[in-house]
């Protein structure tokens, strides 16, 4: 039997991390540090304006050069991380620990809990996500919080839909009837036994549900659903500068960037973290 | 024909589907905060006024009895009127969900355009540099949020080197489609990536099959062998990804309409959200969720067709 | 001495296969692998040559290397003589003429060596429109004959089913129709009935000969059961580590094998009607095509080995007419206890 502490040892031992791990959790990890220290590194106060600079083009003052309210756009692009990586985590943290643990009932339990289950999956899957998060979100009401309840109404159907069939395969295995023999209580087998070993895809999907979540934290923030102005957020900042797109092109460009890189850092990690935990299985 | 029979089955199977639809949609809306009249009238209608209008479209009924009504006039084709704008929802979704549909279309052939020959360069130049290339751009391409890679393609392609135009739809389908190129390519930079991911790793997997090896020792041209052999069999489990992505696909629809202000239902569904036009909201989200409906039948019987193995 | 720079002229003037050099390399991680050296062997016009050997001694990977199938990173070199022509060295478009049209190839999984989303009959079709100039309808009439001749039944509703909707040994002969549609005069058959039940590996073996006679073709057989040979093949060649060890006539090897492999084989095969004795297997297995042992490859198992098997590796030598073995010691070999 393999519990949660062994699983970690055998995964690293003696093994090279991937190259897009390392390149993808560098990317991470220096996003996490602008966005937990941002005043480290911005030039200027993100709310600061400044009449004397409007619409300026970038220059050495302001590198990524200022808005329409002659706000540094770098700074504001440094404070955005702090908005964005708790968009990445705050809304995926929810749906994975409810969609593991309500997926690992279903996979261990099965029967018209699964087929019930199934039928909530079609559902789900098939409607475009970001129109139901929308549709919630009006009905709450535009902000951080209803876009994180939104997404965790909807988003736990996806890990549970992967954990669900992880467990199913695992709960057939020997060392699961192994584990039957010797008495031990459903509860204790599927999360000390099976769940260490069913959790691998969704702790993968994760990774790039995190990059999604940017993605749909941005665009809301766009839509003036999300963050709402005159916080500092990616989305909200490409809109603030749509308009000016011919003339000052590097309000929306650069927040941009910042999804981008942000987005594939979480990507290679995840495939990075995939490759890692496949060679194991 | 066993493809004929299947065909009839899988319609069968969506009535119950679309019966379930309605009944959500219609607890759905039922349950948003507000009511119509209260929307209608304003804010500071009457508490006599209010009631009085409720009562005429039937509110104050039980809902099993509402419910019935609904069923009865979503049968004849009566979707109710448009608190905004004053028209039929049904004349409103015909006018508006072409317009999507015609986009979603025209970006999924673009994508196919951009990922079936990039999946093949990748699968046959495997880990060399082509291939990082191609995977590497796509893999950007994802990362980037469909209204940013609007904003850009507006700004670049429409407004500054004027080749395109600024938004809106056109008259003619030639017009309409020079409009809806720029947002049907928006759309199609995001799903090309999905589908080449699938479609590069699909079609390693065929292209070391056997049958490829008996096909080559038939002495077939390399043409036929890549089209007829390797990419028949590698598109079956494209084809489902496909379908699962329409979703996503509307998503995307909707932000793309609103970048470049196409009069299409994305952004009547936003418009109607934001102003509480319950009757839109209705019709267009039982006339969605019909079409996704309609969406994995589609796929489903490509996939039929494509692999005999499953309409047995 | 290995020269064989005659080549085989038969009787009629038509030449057969004539195989010379033939070695197959792999590039992998763990060092270059080795799978078929040196590979030489002839095949006349109407002979079934059998290739025996255990699973890893290079037979199926010669025979791809004949139609050059190998991938990357495989390397195929030497010569392959068919009808005044190197295939080794031939372009490509030629190449594409000759698969098919003159040499065919058929599997031992018929399930995985069929496309599973395209008919029988399109199949067969398909092999004709690359090599022929028949008309669609004259293709199709072409099919069904085919398909009568391999023996299955119902033929003209089966030609437009799926390779799932036929039985193992039914596949197989659909597979054998496909590959015979332009009447090639040479069929490389890479273990054809090894995945078959014992019954239908009669049937189809019966097929492949009375095909042979028809089309007057010759036959490449590789398989790892002797069975097979003493039953089908006029000639055979036994390979281990990827090299030849003997050749010769099935009568004459059986009779009197010159190789201490061969005669391990040989000795391997269960026999009825004998009294009871222990099976005798080779001690030891195949070496790695990448740690090849020095000098001859099957000295560590041999019981028959001396000093110098294990420096020289011994040369392909002719001891008779069509009769060639690899072994410093074949004389000894020869003289000890028949086996069969």
Redesign the interface.
Known sequence: MISLATTTRTVLRGRKLPRSLIGGGLILVISLVMAIWPTLFAPYDPNLFDYNALLAPPSWDHPFGTDSFGRDVLSRVIHAYTIDMQIAIFATVGPFVIGTLVGAFIGYVGGFWEALFGRLVDATVTFPFLVLVIAIVSVLGPGLGNMYVAVGIVGWVFYARLVASEIKVQKRLDYADAGRVMGYTPMRIVFRHLLPNAITPAIVYWMTDMALAILLGSSLGYLGLGAQPPAAEWGVQIADGKNFMNTAWWISVFPGVAIVLTGLGFSLAGDGVAELLRVRR | MPLFSFVIRRLLQMIPTVIFILIVTFVLVRMLPGDPASAMLGDRARDADVNRINHELGLDRPLIVQFFYFAERIATGDLGNSIGLKVSVLSLIMDRLPVTLMLTALSAVIALALAVPLAFVAAFKREKLADSVIRGTFQVGLSMPVFYVGIILLTVFAAQLKLFPVGGYGTTLPDKLYHLFLPALTLALSFSAVLMRNLRASIINVM????V?????????SR?ILL??IL??AL?STVTLFGLQIGTLFGGAVITETVFAVPGAGRLLIDSIYGRDYPVLQGLTISLAILVSLTFLLTDIIQAW????IAR | MTSSTAQTTMSDGTKGLVVRGLTTTFDTTRGLAIAAADVDFDVAPGEVVGLVGESGSGKSVTL?SI?R?I?EPGKVSGRVEWGGRDLVAMPAEE???????EI??I?Q?PM????????IGAQIE??LK??TALTGSQRRARALELMNIVGIPAAERRLDE?P?QFSGGMRQRA?IA??LACSPKLLLADEPTTALDVTIQDQILKLLLDLRDRLAMSVVLVTHDLGVVAATCDRMAVMYAGRIVETGTVAEVFARPHHPYTRGLLGSVPRSGHSRTMLQSIDGTPPSLTALPQGCAFHPRCSFATEICRTDRPPLDLIGAGRRVACHHHEEVAAAEPIL
């Open positions: 070391n099959a056997e049958y090896d008996f096909a080559t020792a038939k002495g077939l041209k036929v007829r052999h028949r069999n079956i494509l692999d005999p193995r | 791809r139609m199938l991938r190449l594409r003429k000759v698969r098919g049209g065919a190839m599997f999984e995985t060596a069929l496309n599973p989303v395209l008919p398909e092999n690359a090599h799926y799932h597979m496909i590959a």
